[in-house]
């Protein structure tokens, strides 16, 4: 037995080995179904006489296997398979595992629970599916049972007691040699290996002994279901170390502390809106004035802050009556002039004018569509003459050249 706990261990090292490589199956994953059939043959003829003889007893089996992947490397599955009459027999036929001849075609019957570990995927790593050529090793413990079975002739019935048992512990090791097919790897051809024990045919009591074994060579196919991951495999599951989610982690407070920047950039607007819309209700509210003639033929006009350029928000309502007009008489040429207030130099007030002309066009051009080559610019310079208001000469108006 100590071999059997060895490999157990080795199955939990492959386990743990694998268990973070692959996503988590659900309970009805990675079950697979298979039939396999073959030849088996004593190994060594039994001290006793009584064992078969190696490619002398050849006994005909078959068998059914049901099972699940538990991870890529380490499974489970349940097999049980029938044994036929000898070939070189018949009437009484010899059973190689069990010692005894019997007078039935189904000899006996051996069911066992074996654990597979795949080698390929536990030295070689999971890739995200199966490969085309994988070897796997299997080993369990099992039942076996004789049907009709009687002393062969009752020769040996003083030396070999435990032989005429019907009902015994059995053992097996061996390798699966493996070929995935299919496009979704669904299906899988086996040739199988194996050793076969009957621990209880020794007069010693329960051991590996060679002369109560038999070698089996079958061949195998299964059919695995389908997974609730859409697959018929495991799927590999997107690790991240420490490292990586600290980074992350960063990147997540690095964008929270830039979107708190954000509001309060979009408060201080909010505000500066709001104190642009106080200023337009109190021009709103003084009293009226006499426009000169000359001023503009088109109205409205964009009213700047004082050595401004940028329009105000507040402005844009204006502009867009100019670009609707514009829309609305496509024969329309408009002349855009800025003015100064006499504050400042001459030399500023002239750029700040001119810079005013341009920053109107521009709002058309860009953000309403109207083609450039239908506005013209003109700095005015300063001026007190153009509005009562002084602060109303920080302008621009606009001249439909059509008209």
Same mark, same amino acid.
């Given at each position: 037995?100590?071999?059997?706990?060895?490999?157990?261990?080795?199955?939990?090292?492959?386990?743990?080995?694998?268990?973070?490589?692959?996503?988590?199956?659900?309970?009805?994953?990675?079950?697979?179904?298979?039939?396999?059939?073959?030849?088996?043959?004593?190994?060594?003829?039994?001290?006793?006489?009584?064992?078969?003889?190696?490619?002398?007893?050849?006994?005909?089996?078959?068998?059914?296997?049901?099972?699940?992947?538990?991870?890529?490397?380490?499974?489970?599955?349940?097999?049980?398979?029938?044994?036929?009459?000898?070939?070189?027999?018949?009437?009484?036929?010899?059973?190689?595992?069990?010692?005894?001849?019997?007078?039935?075609?189904?000899?006996?019957?051996?069911?066992?629970?074996?654990?597979?570990?795949?080698?390929?995927?536990?030295?070689?790593?999971?890739?995200?599916?199966?490969?085309?050529?994988?070897?796997?090793?299997?080993?369990?413990?099992?039942?076996?049972?004789?049907?009709?079975?009687?002393?062969?002739?009752?020769?040996?019935?003083?030396?070999?007691?435990?032989?005429?048992?019907?009902?015994?512990?059995?053992?097996?090791?061996?390798?699966?040699?493996?070929?995935?097919?299919?496009?979704?790897?669904?299906?899988?051809?086996?040739?199988?290996?194996?050793?076969?024990?009957?621990?209880?045919?020794?007069? @010693?009591? +329960?051991?590996?002994? %060679?002369? *109560? &074994?038999?070698?089996? /060579?079958? =061949?195998?196919?299964?059919?695995?279901?389908?997974?609730?991951?859409?697959?018929?495999?495991?799927?590999?599951?997107?690790?991240?170390?420490?490292?990586?989610?600290?980074?992350?982690?960063?990147?997540?407070?690095?964008?929270?502390?830039?979107?708190?920047?954000?509001?309060?950039?979009?408060?201080?607007?909010?505000?500066?809106?709001?104190?642009?819309?106080?200023?337009?209700?109190?021009?709103?509210?003084?009293?009226?004035?006499?426009?000169?003639?000359?001023?503009?033929?088109?109205?409205?006009?964009?009213?700047?802050?004082?050595? @401004?350029? +940028?329009?105000?928000? %507040?402005? *844009? &309502?204006?502009?867009? /009556?100019? =670009?609707?007009?514009?829309?609305?008489?496509?024969?329309?040429?408009?002349?855009?002039?800025?003015?100064?207030?006499?504050?400042?130099?001459?030399?500023?007030?002239?750029?700040?004018?001119?810079?005013?002309?341009?920053?109107?066009?521009?709002?058309?051009?860009?953000?309403?569509?109207?083609?450039?080559?239908?506005?013209?610019?003109?700095?005015?310079?300063?001026?007190?003459?153009?509005?009562?208001?002084?602060?109303?000469?920080?302008?621009?108006?606009?001249?439909?050249?059509?008209?």
């Amino acid at each position: 037995m100590k071999k059997f706990f060895t490999l157990c261990a080795a199955a939990a090292l492959a386990v743990s080995a694998s268990a973070q490589t692959v996503t988590e199956s659900k309970t009805f994953d990675n079950w697979y179904i298979g039939v396999n059939g073959g030849l088996a043959t004593g190994i060594h003829p039994s001290q006793l006489g009584c064992g078969g003889t190696w490619l002398k007893d050849i006994t005909p089996n078959a068998g059914i296997r049901v099972g699940r992947y538990f991870t890529p490397v380490f499974g489970l599955a349940a097999e049980s398979n029938v044994y036929f009459s000898d070939l070189h027999h018949t009437g009484r036929t010899m059973n190689n595992l069990f010692g005894n001849y019997t007078n039935t075609l189904v000899n006996s019957i051996n069911t066992s629970l074996i654990a597979t570990i795949n080698f390929s995927n536990w030295f070689g790593g999971y890739k995200g599916e199966p490969r085309l050529f994988e070897v796997s090793g299997v080993y369990g413990l099992g039942w076996g049972h004789v049907f009709g079975g009687e002393d062969h002739d009752r020769y040996y019935a003083n030396s070999w007691d435990s032989a005429d048992k019907v009902d015994f512990l059995t053992s097996k090791a061996g390798l699966d040699f493996a070929f995935n097919l299919g496009k979704d790897k669904a299906w899988q051809v086996y040739v199988e290996p194996a050793v076969v024990w009957n621990l209880e045919g020794a007069k @010693k009591g +329960v051991r590996y002994d %060679a002369n *109560y &074994a038999d070698f089996q /060579l079958n =061949a195998g196919v299964v059919y695995k279901f389908k997974n609730s991951n859409g697959t018929h495999n495991f799927t590999i599951a997107q690790v991240r170390d420490q490292a990586e989610i600290d980074g992350l982690n960063a990147k997540i407070n690095d964008l929270r502390n830039d979107l708190n920047g954000k509001d309060s950039e979009l408060a201080a607007k909010n505000r500066q809106i709001a104190d642009l819309q106080k200023a337009l209700d109190e021009c709103n509210s003084k009293p009226k004035y006499e426009k000169p003639a000359t001023a503009t033929n088109l109205q409205p006009t964009v009213i700047f802050r004082q050595g @401004k350029s +940028v329009v105000d928000p %507040a402005q *844009y &309502a204006n502009i867009e /009556l100019i =670009a609707q007009y514009m829309k609305n008489h496509p024969e329309a040429t408009v002349e855009i002039k800025g003015y100064a207030s006499p504050e400042g130099s001459k030399e500023l007030n002239q750029r700040l004018s001119e810079k005013r002309a341009d920053a109107v066009k521009n709002i058309l051009v860009k953000k309403y569509k109207i083609a450039a080559s239908r506005l013209t610019t003109k700095g005015m310079g300063a001026t007190d003459k153009l509005f009562e208001q002084v602060e109303f000469n920080r302008v621009a108006t606009f001249n439909d050249n059509a008209k």
